[in-house]
């Protein structure tokens, strides 16, 4: 198999988790995983991103303070959400919510289930660790492309290794509770976690996969 197969089965083979069971992931495996994503490119070499892993006990700590920022503060991200999602795009994105809907019994129209699937978010779905991601302000929107990259490497290596994972941003909308929980200065913008582990796959939660745009559809041949 050619080292790009293998790269596609495993850009394949990774998918947002939304259930994880509570086992906790070695810390071998775990520096293994951002020993791998550090080696993605950055503009100038900057290499921006930091980030804050949590044991199994932190994360149960750091969750019960994102439930309460969640029910009783604002949301202020560092990083402003989109507009919108215009056309194409935010027909990608009903499709995908509506597949997480349908796959864990939420009917449309009830906001209440909705809105409850919703805060799963801030529950880090069960995961056993979350890594906190950051970039420094003053690299602004190139900062935040270049750690988005060191993201998805972190992503495909966990999956490398066995582990599932999901990139949350709703975990950035309230960035005063992550810097204070874990004394990140505020020179630093929190982009999003990574909640992290192994799998519940009897979840129903995890019973669906997104599909993707064709070549076609995002590359344009110009001669």
């Known amino acids: 198999m050619s080292d790009i197969d293998v790269l596609t089965r ?8 939304r259930a994880f069971r509570p086992d906790p992931v070695p810390r071998a495996v775990i520096e293994r995983i951002v020993g791998a994503a550090r080696h993605v490119p950055s503009w100038c070499n900057a290499q921006p991103w930091q ?21 009783h503060d604002s949301a202020a991200p560092d990083l402003a959400w989109p507009d919108g999602y215009p056309g194409v795009y935010g027909d990608r994105r009903r499709s995908c ?15 209440a289930a909705s809105a409850a699937q919703m805060k799963r978010n801030f529950d880090l779905f069960d995961a056993p660790h979350v890594a906190l991601v950051s970039s420094p302000r003053a690299l602004s929107g190139y900062g935040a492309m270049d750690t988005g990259g060191f993201v998805t490497a972190f992503t495909l290596a966990a999956r490398a290794l066995g582990v599932d994972s999901i990139a949350q941003a709703a975990v950035a909308s309230y960035p005063d509770v992550v810097r204070e929980h874990f004394d990140i200065s505020d020179d630093r913008m929190i982009l999003c976690a990574i909640s992290f582990g192994y ?10 996969r997104t599909t993707r745009a064709e070549v076609a559809d995002i590359m344009a041949w110009r001669t």
């Open 199 to 208: 799998a519940d796959t009897d979840h129903p939660a995890n019973s669906f």
């Open 10 to 17: 495993l850009l394949e083979a990774r998918y947002s988790c």
């Open 51 to 71: 980030v804050t892993v949590t044991t199994p006990e932190a994360t149960d700590r750091f969750r019960t303070a994102l439930q309460q920022a969640a029910e």
């Open 97 to 111: 919510g509506w597949q997480l809907y349908d796959a864990v019994g939420v009917e449309k129209g009830d906001r």
